[in-house]
């Protein structure tokens, strides 16, 4: 049975974000001019208004800042999954992502609780999901 839910549509400026996720590496845009990472991708980076961006693999590690537990199916193809976490992840290199927070019941999630990036095969793409650290 295929995954019924979304597949991702790359953007020009997001492209190196998901080719570097079908790889299984978390990249990140970087300022060179102010030497910041940021997330979301765009042209120029938020902090500074810089354009000398690079992109560079992350660790792939972070905590959760906050999180919901989602127990409604928010459109067709969710319903066998819900409930579910969506948490909001400060990354080790600064920036905060949203991702779905995986292989963690509901009831254990946590603001502070340490976390590690994997990815989840979806269609043709893999999309970058968080799971409670190794040790926890």
Do not use: K
């Amino acid at each position: 049975m295929t995954d019924p839910r979304p597949v991702p549509v790359p953007a020009a400026s997001s492209a190196p974000y998901w080719e570097g996720a079908a790889q299984g590496r978390l990249l990140l845009p970087f300022c060179s001019d102010c030497a910041r990472h940021f997330f979301y991708p765009r042209a120029w980076c938020p902090v500074c208004m810089g354009r000398n961006l690079v992109w560079r693999e992350a660790s792939g590690r972070g905590t959760v800042h906050t999180f919901s537990v989602v127990h409604a199916a928010p459109a067709v193809g969710f319903e066998g999954q819900v409930p579910y976490v969506i948490a909001v992840i400060d990354l080790a290199e600064g920036p905060r992502m949203m991702a779905n927070l995986v292989n963690c019941a509901p009831e254990a999630a946590r603001v502070g609780l340490p976390v590690r990036v994997v990815f989840e095969q979806r269609g043709e793409m893999r999309v970058p999901q968080f799971t409670p650290a190794d040790g926890y």
